[in-house]
């Protein structure tokens, strides 16, 4: 029941919640706004695999969920996790320029519940309960985390 609460609450970024749950049916994927009920950050696949010095989901999976305490989406396909935050305004996020914030006037693709692997997009931690997002400070430590053991790398 949790689940099925989150996937509402995220639809209701459309202004039509019932089109975004037509869009899981049929297509497994829908199309939400960013900006007003949640922003996402666009985290390269690079950092987040530096940051655990690993490639493997199921490895991954619960340690991504236990540093983030919130939803996360992988892009198989362009290489890119998306971190579900609260609304913040792009100017009062630090690494715009390694990860940046998705906001007002950007839509992402929001996988169904059913997706939890490649190929595609899907959910690395789904969200657990309406309003699950993370905090802007813990996708901040995992950006930290996996600058800092890319840098070494390149010592």
């Not at 998705?102 to 309003?131: C, H, Q």
């Amino acid at each position: 029941m949790a689940e099925r609460d989150a996937f509402d609450w995220l639809a209701r970024a459309q202004t039509a919640p019932e089109q975004a749950h037509r869009e899981w049916t049929d297509q497994k994927v829908a199309l939400l706004p960013l900006g007003e009920r949640f922003c996402a950050i666009r985290l390269p696949t690079a950092l987040v695999h530096g940051a655990f010095a690993s490639d493997d989901m199921k490895a991954m999976a619960a340690p991504l969920a236990d540093l983030l305490n919130g939803p996360l989406i992988r892009d198989h396909f362009g290489q890119y996790y998306y971190a579900l935050i609260e609304p913040t305004p792009k100017e009062r996020w630090a690494y715009n320029n390694v990860a940046p914030l998705l906001g007002a006037g950007t839509y992402l693709g929001v996988p169904a519940a059913s997706r939890r692997e490649a190929p595609g997009i899907y959910w690395v931690v789904p969200p657990r309960f309406a309003d699950d997002l993370c905090a802007p400070k813990s996708v901040a430590a995992l950006i930290a985390i996996g600058r800092n053991l890319s840098a070494e790398d390149e010592q």
